[in-house]
């Protein structure tokens, strides 16, 4: 874990430096990175993972009760941001998606597979994957749109996206129906290893975005500790999961998978929401930047422990 977190730092400051080097052309390359890890490296993951995974009843409850623990944290959200903050719609809707939205994909697959160990690794993508991107194509978009201050894309466009435009969900789709001669255990093996240059790639993306908005006036680098920020930490870090625990507990022995990656801090994609919805992009950033600064030496610990 604590490789895991030294490159996530090595690479923001990468992207950073980049995108003040390189400008236009370093927003072109994290947009390209993007591209390459969800259309090429989480399919790969995603499908060798899944050839192994043994289905049972408790994970399939846990995947429902992903989904009602994360809109519970969502209406947590929004109701501390109107009734506590006093936030004004496109700002109470960050927090709200915040209490939906993990960094999964780019974070949490490594994090599972350093904390827990690789054997927990397709847990960790079946709940991206069927529970977090669901989620995120369908409730998140939907809250940017009821929030923000530009129209929105249809239901029925969120929907069609989800199923045609989502290569790890198909990839997940085939992994399950594959027999296990199609995922040798080389394959496997460099698949779980490939899983570890995700967060390389992914926050050199992250600080090239960062940067861009620190650039455009978006954004202060650290961002300050504001209590809208705080709320924001609390939510993602400590009510989402807690909500999944609760609700799991009394019913079905919970994949610890689902739990951490539960814990994960806000996803990068809320400030793509952001700019396209017209919500509060300063509140998106500084959320995002908190809550991993907040996560990762909370998971060195937790690394420690386990």
Do not use: C
């Amino acid at each position: 874990m604590i490789y895991i977190a030294l490159a996530i730092a090595a690479s923001i400051a990468a992207g950073v430096e980049a995108e003040r080097r390189r400008g236009a052309r370093a927003g072109v390359l994290a947009r390209r990175i993007l591209t390459f890890l969800l259309y090429v490296v989480m399919p790969v993951v995603a499908f060798f993972n899944m050839a192994r995974l043994e289905l049972s009843a408790d994970v399939g409850v846990g995947i429902v009760l992903g989904w009602l623990a994360l809109a519970l944290a969502a209406l947590v959200g929004w109701q501390i941001a109107r009734r506590l903050l006093g936030l004004a719609s496109p700002s109470a809707g960050v927090l709200a998606i915040v209490g939906l939205q993990a960094n999964t994909g780019l974070m949490g697959l490594a994090v599972v597979g350093a904390v827990l160990g690789f054997d927990h690794l397709s847990e960790g993508v079946l709940y991206d994957a069927l529970v977090q991107q669901p989620v995120f194509f369908i409730g998140s978009f939907a809250i940017a749109a009821a929030t923000g201050t530009k129209a929105g894309e249809t239901v029925r466009d969120r929907v069609k996206a989800f199923f045609v435009r989502n290569p790890p969900l198909i990839a997940v789709v085939l992994g399950l129906i594959a027999p296990d001669a199609l995922a040798p255990d080389v394959l496997v093996d460099a698949a779980r290893i490939l899983i570890l240059s995700v967060p390389v790639l992914g926050f050199f993306a992250v600080g090239v975005t960062l940067a861009e908005e620190a650039e455009e006036g978006a954004l202060k680098f650290p961002p300050p500790l504001t209590a809208p920020i705080g709320a924001a930490i609390v939510l993602r870090l400590v009510v989402a999961p807690a909500l999944l625990f609760l609700l799991a507990a009394p019913a079905i022995d919970l994949p610890a998978a689902f739990l951490l990656a539960a814990a994960m801090p806000a996803g990068l994609h809320i400030v793509v929401l952001a700019h396209v919805y017209g919500l509060d992009v300063p509140y998106a950033a500084g959320a995002i930047v908190w809550t991993t600064m907040v996560a990762v030496p909370v998971l060195l610990v937790a690394s420690v422990i386990v």
